[in-house]
């Protein structure tokens, strides 16, 4: 079945420094891609989407770019800050109609200043 | 003007107890989802319903069972609770299955003692 590895427990970077959090998928479809995040107390909330390929998705500086070749999705950002701290999810859905999203199991960031 | 909510937040109950949440959405979608999100932030689909038909139905006790009385509502009632069913449960809609993104309530903390 469909499944998402993504770099997991905790990531601790200082205010201002880089940020990958790695992310690979596994599917037979052709996947569209996400990248979820989620704030204490709340639900998970759209961070950013490639729907095809080559795509790359954007969003409050971070950035993932799809990539068929290597089935990875990788978030990136130059410059964290603390507002940045969350937990971050990649999913993948299928084209397919009648699939959910599927998720990987979440990679904590905790930036401190 | 919250796109989807969902009641109760917290639900504390006994082992053996009948519970009920409650789920609404005011986005048009046609598309509805419970998801469970355990106690290391793993999430996983359980039920679908798109249109009021249900669509998807995961690996889950015959304890929980969905109901969509129109396509604005899903909820969830779980019979015979049990210690293993606490959790977060999050409510979570999509115009259509496939590749639209979802968008997700706040969550039901469910504590079974």
């Known amino acids: 079945g469909d499944s998402v590895v993504q770099t997991e427990g905790q990531v601790l970077p200082s205010e201002g420094d880089s940020l990958i959090v790695n992310c690979s998928y596994e599917t037979t479809q052709y996947p569209s891609l996400f990248w979820y995040v989620q704030y204490p107390g709340e639900g998970p909330q759209l961070h950013l989407k490639a729907m095809k390929a080559n795509d790359k998705g954007r969003n409050k500086g971070f950035e993932a770019m799809y990539r068929k070749e290597t089935t990875s999705f990788h978030l990136e950002k130059d410059s964290v800050q603390e507002s940045d701290s969350a937990v971050y999810f990649c999913a993948l859905t299928s084209s397919q109609a009648g699939t959910a999203l599927i998720f990987g199991k979440g990679t904590t960031l905790s930036v401190s200043s | 003007d919250t796109a989807v909510s969902q009641t109760p937040k917290y639900l504390v109950t006994q082992m053996g107890n009948d519970k009920s949440i409650k789920c609404e959405q005011n986005?048009?979608?046609?598309?509805m989802y419970w998801y469970k999100q355990d106690s290391k932030k793993f999430l996983k689909i359980m039920f679908s319903?798109?249109?009021?038909?249900?669509?998807i139905n995961e690996t889950v006790p015959n304890r929980f069972s969905p109901k969509s009385p129109d396509k604005a509502h899903l909820n969830l009632h779980i019979n015979s609770l049990e210690l293993g069913d606490s959790a977060v449960y999050f409510c979570a809609s999509s115009q259509r299955t496939g590749e639209s993104p979802l968008h997700f309530g706040n969550g039901t903390r469910l504590t079974v003692t």
């Open positions: 319903y798109n249109n009021k038909e249900l669509i």
């Open positions: 986005l048009g979608h046609d598309t």
